[in-house]
């Protein structure tokens, strides 16, 4: 059991540059995430999936596009890079259980736009 | 607007030296409050999930508590291998499914 993966570990892309950060998990949980968390900021949720096919906006959308076609995979794309999505990108995994339990984190993405 | 608040930012502790980690909230009727640790470098790892107020977790030399408005980590006889950051997250009953997090407490544990 993988729990949920994470690549790349690290990336370095320019102004307007796009890029795919992906995100899979083993476990069959109905809803995904994603979250940046910068420093003195907490985690910030980006966009959220409760299956498949199925995804909403969280609390800092705006940049970021996802998709969800299959059950394991939500990547997380970014259309055209500013330096103010650098960041530590974090996905996770959760079954909906009373709203959505515990979530697990995969070891996170750290993103620097140049 | 729903809203947490951790206290205090850092915190440092003498091994065995117990204390409590403080986490506020503002919601909009709670459906639940969770716990996570964070290691440097790595992501938030589940620690404790509080549905009502009254309601209390413990796990070795951590216990949870929430009241209707906020909730404590308390840590008794910490060791070093508890430094950690610790995040307080809150699921609110209008929020779908949107967790909000906290900005953490950065704990330092010296030997």
């Known amino acids: 059991n993988a729990g949920v993966t994470q690549t790349p570990k690290f990336q370095v892309l320019k102004t307007g540059q796009s890029m795919t950060l992906q995100c899979a998990q083993d476990?069959?949980?109905?809803?995904m995430s994603w979250y940046r968390q910068d420093p003195g900021m907490g985690l910030r949720l980006i966009h959220y999936?409760?299956?498949?096919?199925?995804?909403d906006q969280g609390e800092v959308p705006n940049g970021y596009n996802v998709s969800r076609s299959t059950t394991e995979d939500f990547p997380l794309r970014l259309l055209s890079a500013a330096p103010s999505q650098t960041s530590v990108y974090f996905c996770?995994?959760?079954?909906?259980?009373?709203?959505?339990?515990?979530?697990?984190f995969g070891p996170g993405t750290r993103l620097l736009v140049l | 607007e729903d809203q947490v608040t951790q206290s205090p930012e850092a915190l440092r502790l003498q091994e065995g030296e117990s204390s409590s980690l403080n986490c506020s909230y503002t919601?909009?009727?709670?459906?639940?409050l969770f716990w996570y640790r964070q290691d440097p470098g790595k992501g938030p790892e589940f620690l404790f999930t509080?549905?009502?107020a009254g309601e209390e977790k413990e796990k070795e030399r951590l216990k949870a508590t929430l009241t209707k408005k906020e909730s404590f980590l308390h840590i008794t006889a910490p060791k070093p291998e508890d430094s950690a950051t610790y995040l307080c997250a809150v699921l609110a009953n209008t929020g779908g499914f949107k967790t909000i997090f906290g900005a953490g407490t950065r704990l330092f544990v010296k030997a």
């Open positions: 999936s409760v299956g498949a096919g199925i995804t």
């Open positions: 509080l549905y009502s």
């Open positions: 919601v909009s009727g709670l459906r639940g």
């Open positions: 476990m069959n949980h109905e809803y």
């Open positions: 996770a995994s959760s079954y909906i259980d009373r709203g959505i339990g515990t979530q697990y």
